[in-house]
């Protein structure tokens, strides 16, 4: 059973920044695709940045393109969300999720239901 535990959100100002971190256990974390994803208030849960494991390609949402960065360290099962040039509207829970199948050509890296482990949240609350 894969756990995943993040850390490192809290409240910053506008135009400051953050660094997330998802600690991974119990399963292969090198194979596996990672994401972040948010949820604001109200609203569905939405993706924000994904790594996948052969090449380390990265993916981003357009609402995060050139602020966030995604990457990891398989030494250390984690993987992190740098977040810069923070926004209000980037105000929400984020969660890391995994995606455990070996095989992903094709896949669809924003969507959740690509993922089969989240971890519980870490709320990230930007102040204007």
């Known amino acids: 059973q894969v756990q995943l535990v993040e850390s490192g959100g809290g409240l910053v100002q506008a135009g400051g920044s953050l660094r997330l971190s998802c600690a991974a256990s119990g399963g292969t974390f090198s194979s596996y695709v990672m994401g972040w994803f948010r949820q604001a208030p109200g609203k569905e849960r939405k993706f924000v940045a994904a790594i996948n494991w052969w090449d380390l390609s990265t993916y981003y949402a357009d609402s995060v393109k050139g602020r966030f960065t995604i990457s990891r360290d398989n030494a250390k099962n984690t993987v992190y969300l740098q977040m810069n040039s923070l926004k209000p509207e980037d105000t929400a829970v984020y969660y890391c999720?995994?995606?455990?199948?070996?095989?992903?050509?094709?896949?669809?890296?924003?969507?959740?239901?690509?993922?089969?482990?989240w971890g519980q949240g870490t709320q990230v609350t930007v102040s204007s």
């Open positions: 999720a995994a995606r455990s199948k070996i095989y992903a050509y094709g896949i669809d890296y924003s969507s959740s239901n690509e993922y089969d482990y």
